[in-house]
């Protein structure tokens, strides 16, 4: 998702007066536990787990030992106790944790990557700004997280979501309760989708793409073909990448090939998902990491041996797309 900070109007013209308030948001969400803000939130979280009776279903024998016991409110569907769980009783169980970090932009591996005509060099001291909030309910409730990241375009923050569905408006109403700010939905397009496969191919050390799947989509036929699927195996993809010349783009390549094989013009198509063994991408914004790839920037990659390829490039360029 995308955050949009609205700028006052006597403000505009003054691109550097600290009126931006998309750090302020991630120092609000992330920065203090024990703060006012932070425990307003962890009520209404408490109070969703309630209301959703999400603290029930907990077979009591499974986790004798645990941190809640076993005569808990919170176990055997609430049936130890003819009432439901307090708020404070779930806040008092919830286990959060929040930092913010600070990643140079030499850290986001985009070593290897061409600049695309028109655009405007990085500054080399700029610094990706992510805020992460974390909490679980153990042994009910898995880690829920949000991530905040700062993007370099003013005025804009990204927010990742992962967990139950029913805590995201939770947070969006906390942060628009305190920030004039619209949160919409990130909807992507063919050149992003196009930037991040020629960087994964031609940066991938350890093969570790595995099957490429395109999905396009969103087709305006006469027929009842609503989308094409294209798989590419691991092997032709190593071919792709030989045949790549200097300042020449893998999708190039490959268009050019399924246009003569198909007689169709797929770079004219929208792309709606990509899939790998790395990630999954689609258009919505939706992004899925897998294990195969690194957290970790440059440096700290190098320390470790870790050749993985790292998100922190796809997660700047979607920074930039936003």
Known sequence: MAIDTFVKEEDRDDENDGNDETFDIIQYMCS?????????????????????????????????????PTNSKLFSNGSNTNNIPEISLIRDYLEVKLKIDYLNEEEMENDDVEEEEGEEEEEDDEKLITGHFRFHL????????????????????????????????????????????AITDISLNNLFFEKCLNWCIINDKLNSIGTLE?????????GKLGSIIIKIEENDLLKLKSLVNDNERITSILYEYLKHETSILFENLPLVKI????????????????????????????????????????????????
């Open 214 to 222: 395109l999905w396009f989509g969103k087709l305006e036929t006469k």
């Open 32 to 68: 203090d536990v024990e703060s006012l803000s932070t425990k307003k939130l962890l009520n209404q979280i408490s109070k969703t787990i309630i209301m959703n009776n999400m603290y029930t279903g907990i077979n009591r024998n499974t986790y004798n030992g645990s941190l809640i």
């Open 138 to 181: 153990p042994p009910i409730i898995p880690p829920q997280i949000i991530i905040l990241i700062k993007s370099p375009i003013p005025n804009k923050l990204l927010l990742f979501f992962q967990g139950n569905i029913k805590f995201l408006n939770i947070f969006t109403n906390h942060i628009q309760s305190k920030f004039q700010c």
């Open 275 to 322: 899939r790998c063994q790395l990630f999954t991408i689609s258009i919505d914004g939706k992004i899925k990491f897998s294990p195969l790839m690194s957290h970790l920037g440059k440096t700290a990659k190098s320390l470790k041996n870790d050749e993985r390829l790292s998100i922190w490039w796809i997660i700047r360029t979607l920074s930039n797309n936003i």
